[in-house]
């Protein structure tokens, strides 16, 4: 391991030769620069650093990062991620997924790498709709959506990713959206610094197959109405000068309302670190989708014991417990005979 | 009573045991501690666990049956024998459940007591056989083992409900007497394995003098037999189970690489004993994952070995089915992996503690598009110890996943080992990539992922963490030398020919078959794999005490085959194919030698029986 200082780098050090080949005009785009630019104040090097990602446009992140990288298979990248941060804890590794390829063909591994608390950092692109396979709906899809493969319009009711991975025990859950960099920045930041898995749902605009999907919300003119930030300690409230917020009613209910009505003592204030992820599933669950006011920010930032160190003290304990292994003794672990 | 220690005992060369009970009655326990005092003995053995899926199907019904059946010789055997020679039922199920593959004269020794109305009317008795004559070409001893245990427990204050339990132990402490074996490694084995619960220990520990005393001490038995111990060749000898020698071979594996083991692996029957052994062994830094599926425990092997971890996952049929999707993504990206496929009765769910090999071509075949591997298989029990060190060395030299096949039968069947010398286990040498291995035209040095080795046509292993050598890899198809995604048809070409000739290079690196033709003038060769290597040698030599010339090849590697294998089918007039499936190597012999293999196959979910193999072999000879 080396003890020289982490060397200095610019967005230019993170890019790699290969051509980006999303359309233009793409979300992806935003949030590659985004973290191509934080990479170099993350005190990182680059060969410590792995993109692991699964099936779909975002998938193909992993070839435009000058780091280590697998582009995988659908839905997989959490489980081979595991594998990877679970033997090499020196590494960090990250996962870029996207609403089909984590929470569809992927959802079960997604869930177990939350709740295992595996150290990997998850970035889930979510554009409610399939973009590399040319436009169906997907799990995050909103009902009766129309597309492809749903011209009468969808019938599932689509997953909160939020709440889900609150429901999947994850100890860290944010969301961002890729209008805004300095938000994803400040996010990514704290996911990484995050010891265990975090997962963050981005909003993405897929302009082809979605276009709009979070423009209610996420242009410029509707933000300051319609993005509630969560910030650690601090009253819920937003709108241009703060005139609206959250409150928690007597029956645990939370509900918007005008501070100007209640007051300013009487908003909620956010607590990241709660060890009960209750409010801050209720706060997942404030929009019903992204056209209502929308928590984004850090939900959840919990500590728990992280899987590949507890991995990793339970080989040590058995080496100091019984030496480190013998193969000689280990065959000898039963009965043996001495025949001549 | 009269005491008969005086009688010495009759000398036999063999004897087949068989118990039999219900699946809660600790038969295989039973089978286990004899076969362990047998070993400790020095006679030769193997063993055969035969038991039902459900863990407690309905007590004293058929379907509940679970026997061991072992084999104990004073030379050296082969299998676990065609046809047992004692039979022990515990109850009427056992009995009639095992009573077909007995043949006439053998021994039956019943636990009387279980022989009541209700017992028999759910074994399927309309009368009991005890007294319907129906048993008269057998020798049957009727023993009431589970009142004498009552008996002797209550003495030492258990309850006779609890002490039921125990009549398995006068089961094992009779047979002891029978065979002459030494109850001092039995009862300290006792007072051990449940110190923590002392009454329990007493109880069994009862039982089993018990079931010593009945048969030293009454006149039922007319003798007792001794099967003195076998002459193996000098050296120390341990007694293991396939899933055993596999999790061994596996940490000795990753000794001999010099490469940290991580296991990721879904329970799944008869596999789960691999998982279960390596997780105890976490003083060798092995690190075992009970992945949330079949899917991310080879998901996960395959991140620690691109992590530069020796990555295993170990599975049965239906788990392999699920691996396949992975198995093609490490084929593309040429990183090593072991698959481990303890094979079981398929399809889907099928016989899940029967044995069988029936996944021979889906090893093969089993993924989409142009997907070779290599695939290695399992002889004996013990065997799967170099099974696993050989499956790792190709893996880690062709940096490519390979399939090891294992079965039910060698996993959990046991024989005496002789320990290897751990010096001369072969070295396997990971070689990673250290620095630059390509010059661009402007005279730069730059790292391809996808530059090869001349030799083996392996490409680089370069785990994250070394400076300048960053890269990344994917499904997607590679370019040729920079590993770029590249949709270029003729470069697609290129990279399927060369995944190709790297696997079908890999004949030239292991052992030619070799084959076992005593004077070499046999005109019948018969060539098998993996776990039929006992039962085919023992057919094998029946045929030659007849005095007739037959030839034996056995396969641990079947893709690709060793390089000689097409010299040696030519060589035969007759070949001749045992399998325990419906003809998948005869299958790849006639399609890649053109030879006319004659295929002798049966699926009962048991191993071949010796008799089989010599009556196939006779029939071929016989043939015009
Ligand atoms: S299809 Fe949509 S998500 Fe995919 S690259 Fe194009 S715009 Fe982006």
Redesign the pocket.
């Known amino acids: 391991m080396t003890t020289t200082a982490v060397p200095l780098t610019t967005r230019k050090d993170w890019t790699s030769d290969q051509e980006v080949r999303?359309?233009p005009?793409?979300?992806?785009y935003s949030i590659l620069a985004a973290v191509q630019m934080l990479m170099p104040d993350l005190g990182v090097r680059r060969e410590n650093t792995v993109f692991i990602s699964g099936i779909g446009?975002?998938a193909r992140f992993p070839y435009y990062m000058s780091t280590y990288g697998m582009h995988s298979i659908h839905g997989r990248a959490p489980a081979i991620a595991t594998g990877l941060a679970t033997t090499r804890p020196d590494l960090d590794v990250w996962v870029v997924t996207g609403d089909g390829d984590a929470l569809s063909i992927g959802g079960n591994h997604l869930i177990h790498a939350l709740r295992r608390n595996v150290k990997m950092t998850i970035l889930m692109f979510n554009?409610q709709?399939y973009?590399?396979t040319k436009g169906q709906y997907s799990p995050t899809s909103e009902v009766a959506k129309v597309t492809k493969s749903t011209p009468f319009g969808s019938l599932d009711t689509p997953f909160n990713p939020v709440s889900l991975a609150l429901g999947a025990e994850a100890s860290f859950v944010a969301r961002t959206h890729d209008m805004d960099r300095a938000h994803m920045q400040e996010t990514f930041r704290r996911a990484h610094a995050h010891a265990g898995a975090a997962f963050v749902e981005v909003y993405?605009n897929?302009?082809?197959?979605?276009d709009g999907a979070f423009e209610k919300i996420t242009s410029r003119d509707a933000r300051s109405s319609m993005l509630i930030p969560l910030e650690h300690g601090q009253p819920i409230r937003f709108g241009a000068d703060g005139e609206r917020g959250v409150v928690q009613r007597a029956d645990g209910r939370l509900e918007i309302v005008d501070v100007s009505e209640v007051g300013e003592d009487s908003l909620l204030v956010h607590d990241e670190a709660r060890d009960d992820p209750g409010l801050a599933f209720a706060l997942s669950r404030l929009a019903r989708g992204p056209f209502e006011p929308t928590p984004i920010g850090v939900f959840r930032a919990v500590e728990r014991p992280e899987y590949g160190a507890e991995m990793a003290r339970q080989v040590v304990q058995a080496q100091e417990r019984r030496g480190v292994g013998d193969l000689a003794a280990l065959l000898r672990s039963g009965s043996s005979w001495t025949v001549g | 009573m009269a005491t008969k220690s005086e009688h010495p005992p009759e000398q036999l060369d063999r004897v087949v045991i068989r118990f039999a009970g219900d699946s809660g009655d600790g038969m295989q326990l039973t089978g286990d501690r004899f076969t362990t005092s047998s070993a400790l003995l020095g006679n030769d053995l193997a063993t055969f666990p035969d038991f039902p899926a459900e863990i407690r199907a309905p007590a004293g019904t058929l379907a509940g049956v679970s026997a061991f059946q072992v084999h104990i010789s004073d030379h050296d055997i082969l299998t676990p024998g065609d046809a047992p020679n004692v039979l022990v039922a515990m109850n009427p199920a056992a009995l009639r459940a095992n009573i077909g593959v007995l043949p006439k004269g053998a021994t039956v020794v019943v636990n009387v007591d279980a022989f009541d109305e209700r017992s028999l009317t759910k074994a399927g008795y309309e009368a009991n056989p005890l007294t319907d004559g129906s048993l008269s070409s057998y020798s049957v001893y009727e023993v009431p083992m589970t009142s004498i245990t009552q008996e002797v427990c209550k003495e030492a204050g258990v309850k006779p409900r609890d002490a039921e339990r125990s009549k398995n132990f006068f089961a094992l402490g009779l047979v002891s007497w029978l065979y002459t074996r030494p109850t001092e490694p039995t009862v300290g084995w006792i007072a051990k394995r449940f110190a923590d619960r002392p009454q329990v220990a007493e109880a069994n520990t009862r039982a089993f003098r018990a079931g010593f005393d009945f048969g030293e001490t009454t006149e039922l038995f007319e003798s007792h037999y001794e099967v003195r111990a076998a002459p193996f060749e000098p050296g120390e000898y341990v007694q293991v189970t396939g899933n055993q020698a596999l999790a061994w071979g596996l940490i000795a594996a990753a000794r001999q690489a010099g490469l940290p083991l991580f296991l990721g692996s879904y329970p799944i029957t008869p596999a789960s004993d691999i998982l279960h052994e390596l997780s105890r062994r976490k003083e060798f830094g092995v690190r075992t994952f009970q992945a949330e599926d079949e899917i991310a425990g080879v998901g996960a092997a395959l991140g620690a070995a691109f992590g530069g971890a020796l990555g295993v996952t170990t599975t049965s049929g239906p788990g392999l089915d699920l691996k396949s999707e992975t198995i093609g993504l490490a084929i593309n990206l040429e990183l090593p992996l072991v698959i481990i496929d303890v094979q079981r009765g398929g399809p889907s769910t099928g016989l899940p503690t029967k044995t069988e090999q029936a996944d021979l071509l889906h090893a093969m075949y089993g993924r989409h598009g142009e997907a070779p591997i290599p695939i290695v298989a399992a002889m004996t029990p013990s065997h799967c110890f170099d099974a696993a060190i050989e499956a790792t060395r190709l893996a880690v030299t062709y940096r490519t996943p390979v399939i090891l096949l294992s079965d039910g039968y060698l996993a959990n069947g046991a024989e005496p080992w002789k320990l290897p010398n751990l010096d001369a286990l072969p070295v396997i040498e990971p070689g990673f990539a250290t620095g630059p291995n390509h010059t661009a035209d402007d005279g730069t040095q730059t790292f391809w992922p996808y530059e090869r080795d001349e030799r083996t046509l392996a490409r680089p292993w370069a785990p994250p963490g070394v400076a300048g050598l960053e890269h990344r890899i994917g499904g997607l198809e590679k370019a040729a030398g920079t590993g770029n995604v590249s949709y270029d048809p003729a470069n697609h070409e290129k990279m399927v020919r060369i995944r190709a000739a790297k696997i079908s290079g890999i004949s030239t690196d292991i052992a030619p078959v070799v084959v076992d033709d005593e004077h070499g003038d046999a005109t019948v060769l018969v060539l098998g794999w993996g776990s039929t290597f006992g039962a085919i040698a023992a057919g094998v030599r029946r045929v030659r005490a007849r005095g007739l010339s037959v030839a034996h090849a056995h396969l641990t590697h079947l893709n690709p085959f060793p390089a000689n294998l097409g010299d040696v089918l030519a060589r035969y007039q007759q070949v001749l194919v045992p399998e325990v499936n419906l003809g998948q190597l005869s299958r790849l012999v006639r399609a890649e030698f053109l030879v006319d293999a004659h295929s002798l196959n049966q699926v009962r979910g048991t191993p071949f029986r010796a008799a089989e193999i010599e009556a196939a072999i006779l029939s071929l000879m016989e043939a015009p």
């Open positions: 999303w359309c005009g793409c979300g992806d446009c975002a554009n709709i973009g590399l993405q897929c302009n082809v197959f979605n």
